[in-house]
């Protein structure tokens, strides 16, 4: 079920601590050595954040159900506000990542805003940029495993995920969700569902989808499969 209130998070460091680091950074010259360090520390750096952020997410999951960590862009965040504006109550982000649309999903007034995320290193980067933004009493972030979360009475439901996983994730949310659910899908669409709206073009278009469209169409499908299995034995 989706969490009627809101979780509050604190990360334990001063307030003033990371703005304190930022402002140092800015006001330090780098020098010729220190764009050294920098060139030679990024396949450090890349390696380390697959090690220590993206790994440990995928230990325990089957291959084809694995999504690599690749944050929204800006103009794929806009694309999924625009398609769920107008729209009420809570929003639930399956893998939510850094949590960059739940964020964004409490900016535009959705309450509870709240995302699921399987990664431990994930959940804690998205609890930290809440605290940065200030807004981290007012989202949640937990660490659930999309296919054990109840559905049942969501509504407004955002994905980011593979095609591998959204060919199955679609059966789990025709099943749960109600019939005014709205599902948005982001960088790309469901394979088998016929989306209502579409915004944006190429790698940031978003896909919106009704579900009482879909169920619709599930039966129309379903009766075309009778009358045709109909007509052979007929036959």
Known sequence: MCPPALLQFHIGMDDDAPEELLAELKTRALGGWGVAQIAAGTGLAVY??????????????????????????????????TLVRGRKGGLVDLGSGDGRIVLEAHRQGFTPAVGYELNPWLVRLARFHAWRAGHHENVSYRR?????????????????????????????????????????????????????????????RAWAYSMKAQRLLALRKNDNLVVTDSDTVTN
Do not use: H
Not at 53 to 75: H, N
Not at 146 to 162: M, P, Q, R, S
């Open 48 to 81: 380390a954040m697959w090690v220590g952020i993206v790994q440990p997410g995928f230990r325990k999951v089957p291959l084809r159900l694995q999504v690599p960590y690749i944050p929204a862009s800006k103009a794929q965040v806009d694309n999924v506000m």
């Open 144 to 204: 659930e495993d999309l296919w054990k979360v109840d559905l049942t009475e969501c509504k407004n439901i955002t994905v980011f995920l593979a095609p591998s996983v959204l060919s199955l994730l679609q059966e789990k949310l025709q099943t749960e969700l109600p019939d005014d659910a709205l599902v948005v899908a982001g960088r790309f669409p469901f394979p088998d569902w016929k989306p209502c709206r579409i915004e944006g073009l190429g790698v940031d």
